[in-house]
């Protein structure tokens, strides 16, 4: 059972930054890729950002790009979402998510095992 604890959230004007830290005990993160996904009241969760093992390769969605970035840090066993010029769309509960078993970035929820508690972004016009 991998073990994901989301922190960072807020609430932040449009325009902002923000950056979300998901961390685990688990002494085999380095091992596998990591996603982002958000999800807004009503809606379905949404893919964010995901990156690879070593951190070399990242996916972000078309929505996010050029102002979040994902990135990892295999000695902290902890990814994290700097988000900037934060947008009030953007407000959303933000999950981290795992899969220990998969090589390759994935952008689809339903390939994710493991899930975060999530955490509240607010962003406010």
């Known amino acids: 059972q991998v073990q994901l604890v989301e922190s960072g959230g807020g609430l932040v004007q449009a325009g902002g930054s923000l950056r979300l830290s998901c961390a685990t005990s688990?002494?085999?993160?380095?091992?596998?890729?990591m996603g982002w996904f958000r999800q807004a009241p009503g809606k379905e969760r949404e893919f964010v950002a995901a990156i690879s093992r070593t951190g070399v390769t990242t996916l972000n969605a078309d929505s996010v790009k050029g102002r979040f970035t994902i990135s990892r840090d295999n000695a902290k066993n902890t990814v994290y979402l700097q988000m900037n010029s934060l947008k009030p769309e953007d407000t959303a509960v933000y999950y981290c998510a795992a899969n220990p078993l998969a090589i390759t970035t994935m952008s689809s929820p339903s390939r994710y095992d493991y899930w975060g508690q999530g955490t509240q972004v607010t962003v406010s016009s």
């Open positions: 688990e002494r085999t993160f380095s091992t596998y890729p």
